[in-house]
Every structure is written in structure tokens, then in C-alpha cells.
């Protein structure tokens, strides 16, 4: 049986092949009675868009790109950030019958900016997603304004620039989880910074100083420890914290990666986790649900950001006029078993 096609789709709904096409691209401004006979129509036949045609149509690809710095240039790569990613913009191109196309680039290469801005021109996605740290990476941004392509950064760190930004409350809630274990009545609270490059996660140690003085604690410089936001870094920061003379009671990493190296660290020094240590991440992972004891985290809400930069960028093609947009994404604090009562 020949593949139907969107002429055979406007045929059986009555309707012409433009109505048709603005319903199969969810364009604004169709009538709900109009888009159903469409929509049944379209099930009737299963019918499914031609990329390639409709490629041809635009001087731009039916593609979102989503960009992001390659997890395999660390020495114990970690995929679930990326995958959270993935998830919200596959749903955006779902309901819009886009494509996403995934890449990751190493942003320490010399040519990188080279490399990404060939890659657009390649490819002609209608926009770019950039994750963080690559959001906050003027080269990296330039390359992509060069080619003319829209583009919305994720958590930056600063909602500068003329681009759209989605990100979350890094210090707002990093705050909030500082105060909430000197709840538990911990005073040594240490901290395991993430990579530099990467300015949102630096708002996390920010937040971590506001709780810290929020709750009358002084801030010590003993207590915090370099990280690059691996597994591996999670692990030598925990290592060195725990060995030290006046231990931390709770340790708080700037994400789930090195709060589960901590977690190792721990198990492997015999100490037991909540009772003699808490330990608390940051992003809520897989990982953080899958090793013992569980890790309480905050869950930051990478899918909903991801989601929402996709429709930004597919609303932008849609006879709306681009705007520049700042969202920010509330996270949540994800209360588990890692975390417990200072011990006596």
C-alpha cells in the first residue's frame, strides 16, 4: 500500500493541502473544528510528514539542535544530565513533528568553535539548544551567531547576552539545602565545588555561603574542596575532606556525580551513611536514585527547561516575531536516605 501523502490527508478531511499543512505543523490561528477533521484524518491514513520534502521547502531543516559538552572528555563519564535533556526536547519534537539532532562537543579542542559552526552549516537545524558550560562560552556562541541560526542558552549562569535563556535557581535552592542540614543540626558543613568553566554551577557555592550565613554558621575555607564535576573529583574531594582532623559532619556537592564518589569515599573509610555523614547532591539524576543509600538531591528540572527552549525555538518559526525570553525554572529539594541527624 503506496504512503499517503499530505494531498490524500486534505482529500479526506475536506479541506485544502495549506489548512492541511498548517494543521501537520501545528501552526496558530486553525479552526478546532477544522484541526480535528484533520487530526482524524491523519490517524485514518497514518500518515506520517516527509522530512525531505519538507527540508526542501525552507532553507532550514525540520532539526532542533541540542549541543552540549561531551561527557566522554571526563575520566568516569556520568550520561544522566544529558539524557534528562534529551527526554524534554524529544517530547517538544514529538508534538511538533520535528527531529532532534544531538552533539556533543569537547569545548577544551582548539577548533571547536570551527567545528560547531560546520556543523550548523551542515546540517541548517532551525535552531540551537546550548546546555551549560558551552552556554556560557563566548566562543562558542559567536560561532553559532555566524551562522545566522536561532539559538537559546541553558543555564548560563547570567541571563546576559542577547539570546533567550531558560535556567533554574541554582543559589536560591543551594541556600535552601544549606539551611535545611543545619536543620538536622549539622555545624561542619562542607562543600565540593564544580568545574570553574561552568558558571551556574558556581551559583551553587554562592548559595551555599548565603545558607551558611543565613544560619549563623561561619564560613571556613577548610571545608570546601575543587571538584570538576565527576564521579572521580566526587571521590579525591571526599577523600581529602573526610581525612582531615576536624571532618565535616555533612558534605554538599554541586551535583550528583561527585556526591556519589563521596558516597564510595565513605563506604570505602567505613563510614556510615546517614549516621556518621550526610551527603547531599545537586541535578537528581538517575544515579542519585540508584545508589545506596539513596542521595538526597535537588532536582533540577532539566526536561521542563529543555521542553520549553525546544517550543521557543519551533514558536520562533511560526510567524511569530523572535523574542528575546528569560525563565526561570524553579528546582525542588528530593529529601532521601542520605541524609540524616548530626551524629552526637
Do not use: W
Not at 67 to 92: E, H, R, T
Request: with cysteine; proline share 6%.
Amino acid at each position: 500500500m503506496p504512503r499517503a501523502t499530505l494531498d490524500d490527508v486534505a482529500k479526506l478531511a475536506g479541506v485544502s493541502i495549506k489548512t492541511a499543512s498548517r494543521v501537520v505543523n501545528k501552526e496558530p490561528n486553525v479552526r478546532a473544528a477544522t484541526e480535528e477533521k484533520v487530526n482524524k484524518a491523519i490517524l485514518e491514513l497514518s500518515y506520517r510528514p516527509n522530512q525531505s520534502a519538507r527540508n526542501l521547502a525552507s532553507q532550514r531543516s525540520h532539526l532542533i539542535g541540542l549541543v552540549y559538552d561531551d561527557p566522554a572528555a571526563y575520566d568516569l563519564p556520568s550520561s544522566g544530565y544529558i539524557i534528562n535533556m534529551q527526554q524534554g526536547v524529544l517530547k517538544a519534537c514529538k508534538n511538533f513533528n520535528y527531529d532532534l539532532l544531538i552533539h556533543p562537543f569537547n569545548f577544551r579542542d582548539k577548533g571547536v568553535d570551527e567545528e560547531l559552526k560546520s556543523l550548523v552549516e551542515h546540517a541548517r537545524p532551525i535552531g540551537i539548544i546550548l546546555a551549560a558550560p558551552l552556554s556560557n562560552m563566548r566562543k562558542i556562541v559567536r560561532a553559532i551567531e555566524n551562522t545566522d541560526t536561532p539559538l537559546v542558552r541553558m543555564s548560563p549562569g547570567a541571563t546576559n547576552g542577547k539570546h533567550s535563556t531558560i535556567a533554574t535557581n541554582d543559589r536560591e535552592i543551594s541556600a535552601e539545602m544549606t539551611r535545611y542540614l543545619v536543620s538536622l543540626g549539622h555545624k561542619r558543613i562542607a562543600f565540593i565545588k564544580g568545574d570553574s568553566g561552568h558558571k551556574a554551577v558556581s551559583n551553587r557555592f554562592l548559595g551555599y555561603q548565603d545558607g551558611l550565613k543565613e544560619a549563623g554558621l561561619a564560613y571556613s575555607e577548610s571545608m570546601v574542596c575543587e571538584g570538576d564535576n565527576s564521579i572521580g573529583s566526587g571521590e579525591a574531594a571526599g577523600t581529602t575532606l573526610l581525612q582531615r582532623k576536624k571532618s565535616p559532619t555533612a558534605i554538599f556537592a554541586a551535583n550528583d556525580d561527585m556526591a556519589a564518589g563521596v558516597v564510595r569515599v565513605a563506604d570505602r573509610l567505613g563510614i556510615n551513611v546517614p549516621a556518621q555523614l550526610s551527603i547531599a547532591g545537586f541535578d537528581d539524576i538517575p544515579l542519585a536514585r540508584q545508589i545506596y543509600p539513596a542521595l538526597t538531591t535537588i532536582r533540577q528540572p532539566l526536561a521542563t527547561m529543555a521542553e520549553r527552549a525546544a517550543v521557543s525555538l519551533i514558536q520562533a518559526t511560526r510567524n511569530m516575531p523572535p523574542t528575546r525570553i528569560v525563565e526561570i525554572v524553579p528546582a525542588q529539594i528530593q529529601i532521601r536516605d542520605s541524609t540524616g541527624p548530626a551524629p552526637n
